[in-house]
């Protein structure tokens, strides 16, 4: 008995086998967050009957009525850190897959440019490979491709390095505020996880902008 | 307004867990509760560390009201049942997410997985209440033996492998994982002592338990401040109160007695009022009449003839003076327990204890039902000795499911034929006759079986016999075998946590137990403690039933009442002072 009576029939078919893998993840990742909230009810928190609103997680309280989200709070954000807007190392990915599709686009661009909006339609269609665990990534990774594959067509006859110039440019200032980011949030930071958190995050933002400066070189 | 998930429900109950998890089985470890006061206390009690929780999530308050409500019944298992809860709910997630159920046809894949999930609790706990204790008398109750508590209450002198020696095995086990390795041994000889004392011979043996279970405020008298081993069992019965009025050397001669329930005359004296007799003129009216209700008041005293006074209220000054002035002593505020139980028992000698009245009962020859005895329970702070009390109350519940008999349902009775025999009790040359190959098979109360897992071993491997001997005809996930093989799977969990420490131990039991020989099991030779297969079954169907329940609730709405006191009834959080009142019938209920 459907809500929505006559609506579009959903025909309901196992998971595949990539699902399969998401849901496992997933798993794991509730069983951390059991964890860690059995952990913080044995401390006092108070379990309320709330959910978190960009999670869905149970919220906690602790006893200065402070509300508590352990999966937003503690754990890496699950979508995160395939973001390459949050992420360094999702940045860098990105950056790699653009470099593949430009190496691939650039041949076939040499024969005619003349042969222009079909050939350029063919290289804005080639689907980028995403990462396996990113709902959130993939629908927010999959307009990029489409914006910025038009500039490396049109730009296919210029060196790879030039026309790499504006993607690393990008990845470098999304870093840059990434690492200002987390610089104010270590400042106020009060908890020792979240710290450590800060700490990598930040780390690992150096090195990737270390590396960025050696592709652009 | 909120849509429940399966996810919810699921994280609820993993939380739960995860909480509990850590002080269930033999290597589990306690919780120390604190206060603000500074108050400390150590404790692996499930049910307890449930309630110092602070949930204010309805799922997870609705699963601990259901964990208390069973601990009630059986005193154990909390801590099984939250971890049973929690498999269970992961396999039908897991089972409803990988199955299509395509008869209907749904909005959403969460709403086909709810939907499933809800048809698969409804069956598991359809299969458990009609063939669950068929397969446990077939597949469990084999391997273990039957306690008599006629056996047990008996006065002869056996060998050490003995009856009286299986329920203190049974009771030690309990009281092992509930309050250490200790002092278990202790505490349980002192409560087969006691549950000794409090038979009553001529009725069936359960009364007599659930006498101790009912008047079990009365028969106990917590002591603060002394060990453990200091407990010991008085005879007579404890009253709570002091004196109010100084008590009179008895010199062990009997007294009689009067029990009031109400206010006595006269109040016509206010404490602190001076009465001065035989004064002037002025009020000279006045207080001849109150003169002459005291002397009323004191010939009515002194007509009856008692020396003590057992009153369930406070009574004024006046009567406390008069009271002593007649030579007979007070004793104010009884609780209504201790009244009642006093009320059952006949003719008392009267002497001192502390700070309490004891009161000792004379044997009288005509009927000697009982010989009254109370259960001094010492405890080193005030929280381990309610929680010693605590223990004690649980054994007995314990006990009490433990011969509590299996429904043999009208159905399955007309089914087979009852053979009333012995052959599967035992005998006291620890000697347990094999049963014969076409014995019926009946769960009897009574049963025990070694502790340690071995009852979700067989109980899992008698399941999956089931479902593949069940004809292959439904194959569906709602089908006998499936749902068979589903319990079988979520039993596993509970040996699984206690072998956590060691899965090669896991393996090893669960090899040794279903190898060996029904005919040459040796209940009693095991270390490994005994536990009850009544409550095991009990616990098991409770669980469904919650499984069941939780499942079923669609939607939760957020009133805006205040909280609610312990007392009110959970199942109803979303009926009580909702604004819009025509959505009420709708929420609770499934769609399907």
Not at chain 2, 209 to 228: C, E, K, M, R
Request: proline share 4%; charged share 20%.
């Amino acid at each position: 008995m459907a809500l929505n009576g006559g609506d579009e029939d959903f025909e309901w078919e196992p998971p595949t086998e990539a699902e399969m893998k998401v849901i496992q993840a997933r798993r794991e990742r509730q069983d951390k967050i059991s964890k860690l909230m059995g952990d913080y009810l044995l401390k006092g928190y108070k379990m309320l009957g709330e959910c978190c609103d960009v999670c869905g997680t149970i919220l906690l309280q602790d006893k200065q009525k402070k509300n508590y989200c352990v999966s937003c709070q503690e754990l890496d954000s699950d979508v995160d850190k395939d973001n390459p807007a949050l992420n360094a190392q999702a940045a860098l990915s990105q950056v790699r897959e653009r470099q593949l599709a430009a190496q691939s686009t650039a041949p076939s661009q040499a024969p005619g440019i003349n042969e222009g909006p079909s050939s350029s339609q063919a290289s804005v269609s080639v689907p980028l490979p995403r990462p396996e665990h990113c709902e959130g990534a993939a629908a927010g990774g999959e307009s990029s491709p489409a914006s910025t594959c038009c500039p490396i067509s049109f730009t296919s006859f210029i060196p790879q390095t030039a026309g790499l110039q504006p993607v690393l440019q990008e990845a470098e200032e999304a870093i840059l505020t990434k690492l200002r980011w987390a610089t104010n949030q270590l400042q106020s930071s009060a908890s020792l996880e979240s710290s450590i958190q800060l700490c990598s995050l930040i780390a690992s933002c150096a090195n990737s902008l270390r590396s960025l400066k050696e592709l652009s070189q | 307004m909120e849509h429940l998930h399966l996810e919810h429900v699921l994280q609820t109950v993993c939380v739960l867990e995860s909480v509990v998890l850590r002080s269930f089985g033999p290597e589990g470890g306690q919780v120390l509760f604190t206060r603000d006061t500074g108050q400390a206390m150590l404790s692996r009690s499930g049910s307890r560390i449930l309630t110092a929780l602070r949930l204010e999530h309805p799922l997870a308050r609705m699963m601990v009201e259901c964990v208390l409500k069973h601990s009630t019944v059986t005193g154990d298992g909390s801590k099984t049942f939250i971890l049973l809860l929690a498999s269970l709910l992961r396999m039908i997630q897991k089972t409803a997410c990988k199955e299509p159920n395509v008869s209907h046809t749904y909005n959403s894949r969460e709403t086909a997985e709810a939907s499933t999930a809800r048809h698969l609790a409804d069956k598991m706990l359809a299969f458990a209440l009609e063939e669950l204790d068929d397969i446990i008398a077939m597949g469990v109750v084999p391997y273990g033996c039957c306690l008599s508590w006629e056996d047990f209450t008996a006065k002869t002198k056996l060998p050490a492998c003995t009856i009286n020696h299986c329920v203190q095995k049974l009771l030690a086990s309990f009281f092992h994982s509930r309050l250490g390795r200790t002092h278990c041994d202790f505490i349980s000889n002192l409560t087969c002592e006691m549950l000794t004392h409090w038979k009553f011979k001529r009725d069936l043996p359960s009364s007599s338990l659930q006498f101790v279970n009912d008047n079990f405020a009365a028969l106990h008298t917590p002591v603060s401040g002394f060990p453990i081993s200091c407990s010991r069992l008085i005879e007579g019965q404890v009253i709570h109160r002091d004196f109010a009025t100084p008590c009179p050397q008895t010199d062990h001669q009997p007294v009689k007695a009067v029990v009031v329930t109400g206010c006595l005359q006269p109040k016509l004296l206010n404490a602190g009022e001076v009465l001065v007799l035989g004064c002037g003129e002025q009020g000279r009216e006045e207080n001849s009449r109150k003169e002459s209700s005291i002397v009323q008041f004191t010939a009515w005293l002194q007509s009856l003839g008692a020396s003590v006074l057992l009153s369930a209220v406070k009574q004024s000054a006046a009567v406390l003076a008069l009271a002593a002035q007649a030579e007979m002593c007070i004793v104010e505020c009884v609780s209504e327990d201790e009244l009642s139980l006093f009320a059952q028992l006949i003719k008392i000698e009267l002497f001192l204890f502390h700070r309490y009245v004891h009161v000792a009962f004379h044997d009288s020859e005509e009927r000697v039902t009982v010989k009254p005895c109370s259960l001094v329970i010492c405890g080193t702070g005030e929280g381990q000795t309610d929680q010693y009390a605590c223990a004690f109350q649980d054994a007995i519940r314990m006990l009490l499911s433990t011969w509590k008999p299996i429904g043999i349902t009208a159905t399955t009775a007309s089914k087979k034929t009852f053979q009333p025999d012995k052959s599967t009790c035992l005998h006291v040359d620890n000697q347990i006759v094999k049963a014969s190959p076409f014995q019926q098979y009946v769960l009897e109360p009574g049963c025990v079986i070694p502790a340690g897992g071995t009852f979700e071993f067989l109980l899992n491997h008698a399941l999956l016999q089931h479902g593949s001997s069940c004809s292959i005809s439904d194959d569906t996930i709602m089908g006998v075998p499936a749902v068979s093989q589903l319990l079988a799977n979520a039993l596993l969990s509970v040996p699984r946590h206690i072998y956590s420490y060691s899965l090669r131990r896991f393996l090893q039991t669960q090899t040794r137990l279903l190898k060996t020989d029904v005919s040459s099991v040796q209940v009693f030779t095991s270390d490994s403690g005994l536990e009850s297969v009544s409550c095991k079954y009990q616990l098991l169907v409770a669980v469904l039933q919650c499984v069941s329940s939780l499942l079923h609730v669609d939607t939760v709405l957020h009133t805006h009442t205040a909280l609610h006191t312990p007392s009110h009834r959970l199942a109803n959080i979303s009926w009580e002072g909702t604004e819009d009142e025509r959505n009420t019938n709708s929420i609770l209920t499934s769609f399907w």
